[in-house]
């Protein structure tokens, strides 16, 4: 396996990316054990017409602090709202995320835990394995062509790969590599910019071009109606901002899911 190219990465996302490289500097290994391969996050989000990926956001590189929380107590509010997997960050310059809070939050609750990092190494596959997580984010904005080694990587070590886009030419890549589960970001990582036209338009792309895996609309969501717009198209929404930031994560996600 190689590691990506992050010179061709633009804008904030190209500074976090440079950032976590610094923390992976090890050697590239693959001998991880061969794990059974879980589906669980990708049956939860099948369980649902609109599933509901929660995530446990306390920073965000757009907002700044959006909330002190406890993880825990977030996950299993989100978990009594009627979330049906959670997403932790672990990156911790940009988003207070921690490995600690994954491990937390795995430990407590029962739906399936996807790891959101910037992955551009091997290695942090395999931590999120070894940390309890169902899945992790592989983003084709990182990894570009290295996408389909990085799934078969994920795969190998048991765990579902959530592989995000956010262009047309990003989406060829991941339906060339033959990934499940796809998300939509509707937000520009190198801007920061969020468009809710995306989603919608990339999953209908998707979806003409025979893609008969899980499509998730991600990120800018706050309002049932905007939900509800999304229904029958999306087959799962990632969440974070305004539910962390609301103030009280069970009634907030129990509204959001209501229409
Ligand atoms: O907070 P929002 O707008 O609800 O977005 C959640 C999630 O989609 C967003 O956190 C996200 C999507 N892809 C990412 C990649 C890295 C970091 C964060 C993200």
């Known amino acids: 396996m190689r590691l990506p190219d992050l010179t061709r990465v633009p804008g904030v996302l190209g500074e976090i990316c440079t950032l976590r490289a610094q923390d992976y500097q090890l050697p590239i290994t693959t001998d991880f054990p061969q794990q059974e391969k879980s589906c669980r996050f990708e049956t939860a989000l099948r369980s649902q017409p609109l599933a509901l990926i929660a995530e ?9 602090a959006i909330a002190e929380l406890d993880p825990v107590d977030a996950a299993l509010s989100y978990q009594r709202g009627g979330a ?41 596959i395999e931590e999120a394995r070894e940390w309890g997580a169902s899945a992790v984010l592989l983003m084709v904005s990182v990894l570009g062509d290295l996408i389909g080694e990085y799934l078969e990587y994920t795969h190998h070590c048991g765990l579902d790969a959530l592989v995000e886009v956010h262009t047309a030419e990003e989406l060829d890549i991941a339906l060339a590599a033959g990934c499940k589960i796809i998300g939509v970001n509707n937000r520009d990582l190198t801007t920061l910019k969020i468009d809710l036209e995306v989603s919608p338009r990339l999953i209908a792309k998707a979806r003409a071009a025979g893609f008969e895996g899980v499509l998730i609309a991600e990120s800018g969501y706050s309002t049932p109606e905007q939900l509800a717009e999304i229904r029958g198209i999306a087959d799962a929404v990632l969440v974070g901002s305004s539910l962390s930031g609301s103030g009280s994560l069970e009634e907030a996600t129990r509204e959001l899911l209501k229409v």
């Not at 446990?56 to 700044?64: D, E, F, I, M, W």
Request: hydrophobic share 45%; charged share 25%; glycine share 4%.
């Open 84 to 124: 049906s997997a959670i997403s932790v960050l672990t990156e911790e310059r940009y988003f207070k995320g921690s490995p600690d809070f994954l491990k937390a939050v795995v430990a407590k609750v029962e739906i399936p835990v996807l790891r959101k990092d910037f992955v551009l190494h091997p290695r942090m």
């Open 56 to 64: 446990v956001k306390q920073a965000s590189p757009s907002l700044g």
